[in-house]
Nanobody, 115 residues
Framework: QVQLVESGGGLVQPGGSLRLSCAVS????????MGWYRQAPGKQREWVAI???????NYADSVKGRFTISRDNAKNTVYLQMNSLKPEDTAVYYC?????????WGQGTQVTVSS
């Protein structure tokens, strides 16, 4: 049973930064391409950033140049550094693998960007 535990969200002013973490247990983490996703109120969940097992990355156009995804395979953890945050980044952020059926979703972490 894979467990995903996201953390690091909070309330931040526009232009601010946050670093999210996602701890993964119960799976061979290092071989999986991992992704960060987000869901804003009234909207569908969307992908934000992905990172391959070898460290290659890809970003949604809306966050390119502002967000950075990274991973620590020794800690079974994936991170999302978010800079220059905008109000439209407000959402619940989740992590999960990218390929194949998703693992059961974690509780997510709320990010609110507001002045």
């Amino acid at each position: 049973q894979v467990q995903l535990v996201e953390s690091g969200g909070g309330l931040v002013q526009p232009g601010g930064s946050l670093r999210l973490s996602c701890a993964v247990s119960g799976s061979i983490f290092s071989i999986n391409t991992m992704g960060w996703y987000r869901q804003a109120p009234g909207k569908q969940r969307e992908w934000v950033a992905i990172i391959g097992s070898g460290g290659s990355t890809n970003y949604a156009d809306s966050v390119k140049g502002r967000f950075t995804i990274s991973r620590d395979n020794a800690k079974n953890t994936v991170y999302l550094q978010m800079n220059s945050l905008k109000p439209e980044d407000t959402a619940v952020y989740y992590c999960n693998k990218v390929a194949g059926p998703w693992w059961s979703w974690g509780q997510g972490t709320q990010v609110t960007v507001s002045s």
